[in-house]
């Protein structure tokens, strides 16, 4: 019987993410894209002056959601800003569409705590964007694949 350290990884001070991928999802719940060990389902696809929020919930090695630790969340929040934690968004094409991630005022206004981004629809096109997940000034998360969205 073989037991993976990644599986202690929780109960460490380290706090590291070891994902193998992630689920955009809208705010009905409604997953929209998958990547899992580098496969992708699903699209982006939004209009024109559209905004779509999207959570972003993580994989584990078997394709389930990771959960996502909360204690200390009032501690971190300063840590996270200036140490480079949290989600980052980049590639993006801003004349097709913006895609920024939301804000922690954001997530308490709304009653949440996690992953979350914006995407607004610019222009009618196609761009794509990388999505990292972030910890001590490292990436503990990059995409396999940009994330494509089209926006009509």
Known sequence: ????????????DEDHTDADGFILEDASGNEL???????VTGSVVLGVNDTLE????????EGNEMEHEEEDHD?????????GE????????VSIAIV????????????????????????????????QLMHDG???????NNVTVTVQ
């Open 86 to 93: 949290g989600l980052e968004v980049s590639g993006a094409d």
């Open 1 to 12: 019987f073989v037991t993976g350290c990644e599986d202690d990884d929780h109960d460490h």
């Open 75 to 83: 501690e971190e929040e300063d840590h996270d800003e200036e140490e």
């Open 54 to 61: 999207l959570s972003v919930h993580f994989l584990d090695d």
């Open 100 to 131: 920024e991630v939301e804000s922690h005022e954001d997530e308490e206004e709304e009653g949440e705590h996690g992953n979350a981004i914006h995407i607004i629809g610019v222009s009618a096109g196609s761009t794509s964007f990388q999505l």
């Open 138 to 144: 490292h990436a503990d998360y990059t995409s396999t």
């Open 33 to 39: 894209y998958r990547e899992f060990e580098g496969a």
